[in-house]
């Protein structure tokens, strides 16, 4: 069962989680999908007229599939994007659907617009701070948005300023970064998982466990690990 009717985020994760493990989803269930997220795009509290998560989520937060939990602003952006991607791996045809994952591109294009008309910032492929740049990658990566190369190459350059010395990034969350480049095929990608391969290797190597994101973490790692020696 995708829809969890009592929480956006969670829908979007069990998607997600299909995904990532390579279940085929029947089109009946992708479509009751599409359709119950696009019937949350522009209500209140939604990010820039994106997809509003319900009263506990816009509490409280969220939490993203490799189990970092995200609030405030953060969390209604990030949410957001990710109710965008997963609509357009859906890949239903449905005209509702459809028109309520435009306006909702359309809102965050208006941000990214602002974004980067202020002087301060002047890379495309970055948006406010570590976790929402992100966020932002994933839908990029799905086929949301615009200029696909032009924002992972220069978003991957300031990731790549962001190093902390010691196998992590400053202000970027460290295991949804690594979902965000386990994702991406380029040198600079597999670069970054590269000097954080041994943190990569230890999660990698721990035994199979109960705990979800534990377990997300360590397939994480892995795929990562392949990825590095393919670039």
């Known amino acids: 069962m995708l829809i969890d009717p009592k929480s956006v985020s969670k829908t979007v994760d069990a998607i997600n989680a299909a ?12 479509k009751a999908a599409a359709s119950w997220l696009a019937a949350r795009q522009g209500l209140p509290g939604a990010y820039a007229d994106t997809f509003a998560g319900l009263a506990s989520e816009l509490k409280r937060g969220i939490v993203v599939f490799t189990g970092e ?3 405030s602003a953060s969390a209604r952006h990030i949410l957001g994007e990710e109710a965008c991607r997963v609509l357009s791996l859906l890949g239903v045809r449905d005209r509702a659907a459809q028109a309520a994952l435009d306006r909702a591109t359309q809102g965050l294009m208006a941000c990214l617009k602002r974004a980067e008309q202020d002087p301060r910032n002047d890379n495309p492929g970055r948006y406010c701070c570590g976790k929402c740049t992100v966020g932002l990658w994933r839908n ?6 615009d200029r696909r190369e032009e924002r992972l190459l220069r978003g991957l350059r300031h ?13 970027f969350p460290f295991w949804y970064t690594v979902l965000a480049l386990s994702e991406i095929d380029s040198a600079e990608a597999a670069k970054e ?6 943190q990569l290797e230890r999660a990698a190597a721990r035994a199979p466990g109960s705990n979800l994101y534990a377990e997300r973490r360590r397939e994480l790692a892995g795929r990562a690990l392949a990825h590095v020696t393919r670039g």
Do not use: M, N
């Not at 995904?19 to 992708?30: C, S, V, Y």
């Not at 990029?140 to 948005?145: D, F």
């Not at 790549?160 to 010691?166: E, I």
């Not at 998982?193 to 041994?198: C, E, F, I, K, T």
């Open 19 to 30: 995904i990532f493990e390579g279940h085929k989803l029947p089109l009946a269930e992708r």
């Open 69 to 71: 939990r995200i609030t």
């Open 140 to 145: 990029v990566l799905a086929g949301g948005l």
């Open 159 to 171: 990731l790549r300023s962001q190093r902390d010395g010691a196998g992590t990034w400053r202000r």
């Open 193 to 198: 998982l590269a000097y954080v391969r041994p």
